[in-house]
């Protein structure tokens, strides 16, 4: 079997079956990449629901099972799981193998993670930036990556052939790659993902606890910035709070960096400085044109919905 990429794995274990390993099971059955993808999930309800939509060939209680034979091994649970489970999949991992995940942090997944892997194996770390506020198996979807980044962090020393067969693999599934140190990773994320979700649930729960607005009128009226912040803070608990436990170093540094910011925003509109708050501003719509001719958004107004379209709420 080929592909356009040229790249065929033989077998493939995907640990975790949620949005992200249902998604790469997606893509790969699109760029037939793999002659066999193996999922593992713990909960048998995870189990049945994955074997029913049928993006695996085949579903493992045990992630041993999954991993035994497999050429490319990826981790797709929370981050904090991560040690835990290397440990527990290590004896099967067969030589010559690439061991990857798609942790949303780096150092955390080297440290947890690099103790357990056998001589012989390619450990690749790796983080799809790709998401949606959805989990489970039923939300993932082949187009989740298509043209979306995929950072890989390799340790020094890394054998050059497994780490252009895992770049292949990733532009397989629709990527671009970018190979980075996994402390820059860490921080470059703190600002462009990890304190923005801070911020949206930080504000969400700020707003729900406001006691002269009810829950009502929060939910009523959310059609401004606030309708936003809430699809964010609507993310995995278990993932985002092993996000914030994993990253605290870099979290830290760019929260500093914020409420210093806030701070002088504060103090702009507490003494009426509207050069100040206008030269932001217009600073920050110049970012966001950036983000579109990026290709990282789209262009139409209201994120693309459609204005028109009936809303379940009043
Ligand atoms: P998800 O939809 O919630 O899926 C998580 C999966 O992990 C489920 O299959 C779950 O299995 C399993 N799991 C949870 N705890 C486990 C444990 N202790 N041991 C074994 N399996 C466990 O999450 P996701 O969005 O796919 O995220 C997975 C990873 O991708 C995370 O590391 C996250 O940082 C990273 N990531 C997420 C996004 C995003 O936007 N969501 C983007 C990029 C990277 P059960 O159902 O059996 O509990």
Known sequence: ????????????????????????????????LAAHIAGHSGSADTRKRAGDLGFCHSMHEDPLDATRDADLVVLCTPVGAFGQIAQAIAPALKPGAILTDVGSVKMAVLRDVGPHVPSG?????????????????????AELFDGRWCILTPPPG???????????????????????DAKHHDLVL??????????????????????????????????????DFTR??????TMWRDVFLNNREAVLEVLGRFSEDLARLQRAIRWGEGDMLFELFTTTRAIRRGVIEAGQDTPAPNFGRDAKKPRTTP
């Open 121 to 141: 194996v390619h450990f690749i770390p790796g983080h799809p930036i790709a998401g949606t506020e959805h989990s489970g198996p039923e939300s993932g979807f």
């Open 1 to 32: 079997m080929t592909t356009q990429t040229g790249q065929v794995f033989t077998k493939v274990a995907l640990i975790g079956v949620g949005l992200i390993g249902s998604s790469i099971a997606h893509a790969m059955r699109r760029g037939s």
């Open 190 to 227: 703190a600002i462009t993902s990890h304190v923005p979700h801070l911020i949206a649930y930080n504000i969400v729960g700020t707003a729900s606890d406001l006691e002269q607005v009810t829950q009502n009128e929060v939910i009523k009226f959310s059609a401004g910035g606030f309708r």
């Open 232 to 237: 964010i803070a609507s993310s995995d608990p």
């Open 158 to 180: 890394v054998d050059a052939v497994a780490l252009e067969t895992l770049s292949a693999f990733w532009r397989g599934c629709g990527s671009r790659v970018e190979i980075m």
